[in-house]
């Protein structure tokens, strides 16, 4: 009889959306599965910014303490939310191919605002680099924090005085959650690894490592990889205002990355284009650049110290 693998998820519907996609693909490769649910620090709590919080792998920690136990053979999370530095014991064993990377404004009556960049309104997201992306775009706006799962997000847009808020494309576009009343905000860019699944094993635990590894789209690795680089060059955590995106075009490889400041008044870029042949270190490299300038170096100096 073959061994059933049992997949850790959160509760949330995205959650179970994304581990009941690897579930259907091991299926496609005869691997028997099942769901095990285990609730994460970062669904308990839904009132305290995530910044306040201040603990990387706050939504991982629980299924990284099921793996460790034996309680689950693989765990599956939003790349995005799992720490450049993984816990000791855990492998990364499979990277999906990436969803839409793009952030999205979902506005309550309309958006004609965002066309004067000196108008006043109030943003909800609990992002700090979205606020701060935002901030230096829209320096009148105002914020409000934004927690819970999409759904609580979603209606709370309704129960408040808000002009709108910010979501992920893809947490929304996955579980067919995506309003009409929602814009592409081209000029903002995603979070390091956003939009891409990534399921994690034991390591050491070699067939689950094989068997999820079959599923593992080389492109998208290579991206999540280069954006999670840079963010690790730059010591980022959920409090830094780091973005990231990396592409492939005709065999090269787009990199644009950048740090702001929290009230948004800098923003400091770089851009890099690399052939793929010679981009494994391109996200340490662009990071790196960045640390030499002096303005970078205060921004993380003073969100070091400030955490303190």
Known sequence: M????????RESQLAVWQATLVQSLLLKNHVVSELVYIKSEGDIDTITPLYEIGVQGIFTKSLDAALINHRIDIAVH????????LAEGIQLAAVLK?????DIFVYKDDHSFLEDNNSSAIIATSSTRRKAQWLHKYPNHVFENLRGNVNT???KINEHSWNGAIFAAAGLERINLRPSNSI??????????QGVIGVVCRTGYQSAFEIVHALNDDTTALCAKIERDFLRALMGGCSTPISALATIENGAVNFKGNICSPDGKQKIEVQKTTSMRSSDELGEVAGKELLKNEEVQKIINRLTNAEK
């Open 2 to 9: 073959k061994k059933i693998i049992k997949i850790g998820t």
């Open 78 to 85: 939003s790349l995005k939310d799992v720490p450049t530095k």
């Open 98 to 102: 990436r969803a839409s990377y793009k």
């Open 153 to 155: 997000r979603l209606r």
């Open 184 to 193: 592409d905000l081209d000029w903002m860019l995603p979070a390091p690894a």
